[in-house]
T-cell receptor, first 110, second 113 residues
Framework: DAGVTQSPTHLIKTRGQQVTLRCSPK?????VSWYQQALGQGPQFIFQ???????QRGNFPDRFSGHQFPNYSSELNVNALLLGDSALYLC?????????FGPGTRLTVL | GNSVTQMEGPVTLSEEAFLTINCTYT??????LFWYVQYPGEGLQLLLK?????DKGSNKGFEATYRKETTSFHLEKGSVQVSDSAVYFC????????????FGTGTRLKVLA
């Protein structure tokens, strides 16, 4: 079992650019959640996808959007990047209850 | 609203010392409670969970008991090892109506040989 995988591992962008992060859930999991973890902080919930629909959203602006595909994999898109978007972006998958996290994508915005 | 409060770190202990990391929560309804661990440069790993009052979650020598009367879920280990050095996050999720995890700010544990 591959567990939750994310790509890329690291990414460097400049202000104003757009970025797409990818996540493949653990086998058998149909729900994917995305989190932003700033340095020294706990993860902050961005949104959750289930059956290709956004089911729940945290307090993030519309610049953050996502998608879930029929195979349950997911993408997180961030437009018009700001310096403050620099963080570790975590994907978590679940089927019923506990969430299992991927290793994250470290995004640096210069 | 829902929230999780953890004791501030860092916590520094000698090997084989007893560990307690405090966690209290505020939630409507009946949340499930979790402890996650994050090693340097890695994502979060589920350490243990409890889904109802008085449940005890345990794994790798760590334990935590869901105390509804004190709204607490303190993490304990009888004898820590250097390899336990990491950041520990307490989290809750409501079991109905919403599906997002609420995390505490994390507590860094450093164990010295």
């Amino acid at each position: 079992d591959a567990g939750v995988t994310q790509s890329p591992t690291h990414l460097i962008k400049t202000r104003g650019q757009q970025v797409t992060l990818r996540c493949s859930p653990k086998s058998g999991h149909d729900t994917v959640s995305w989190y932003q973890q700033a340095l020294g902080q706990g993860p902050q919930f961005i949104f959750q996808y289930y059956e290709e629909e956004e089911r729940q959203r945290g307090n993030f602006p519309d610049r953050f959007s996502g998608h879930q595909f029929p195979n349950y994999s997911s993408e997180l898109n961030v437009n018009a990047l700001l310096l403050g978007d620099s963080a570790l972006y975590l994907c978590a998958s679940s089927s019923n209850g506990a969430q299992y996290f991927g290793p994250g994508t470290r995004l640096t915005v210069l | 609203g829902n929230s999780v409060t953890q004791m501030e770190g860092p916590v520094t202990l000698s090997e084989e010392a007893f560990l307690t990391i405090n966690c209290t929560y505020t939630a409507t309804g009946y949340p499930s409670l979790f402890w996650y661990v994050q090693y340097p440069g890695e994502g979060l790993q589920l350490l243990l969970k409890a889904t109802k009052a008085d449940d005890k979650g345990s794994n790798k020598g760590f334990e935590a008991t869901y105390r509804k009367e004190t709204t607490s879920f303190h993490l304990e280990k009888g004898s820590v090892q250097v390899s336990d050095s990491a950041v520990y996050f307490c989290a809750l999720i409501r079991t109905s109506g919403t599906y997002k995890y609420i995390f505490g700010t994390g507590t860094r544990l450093k164990v010295l040989a």
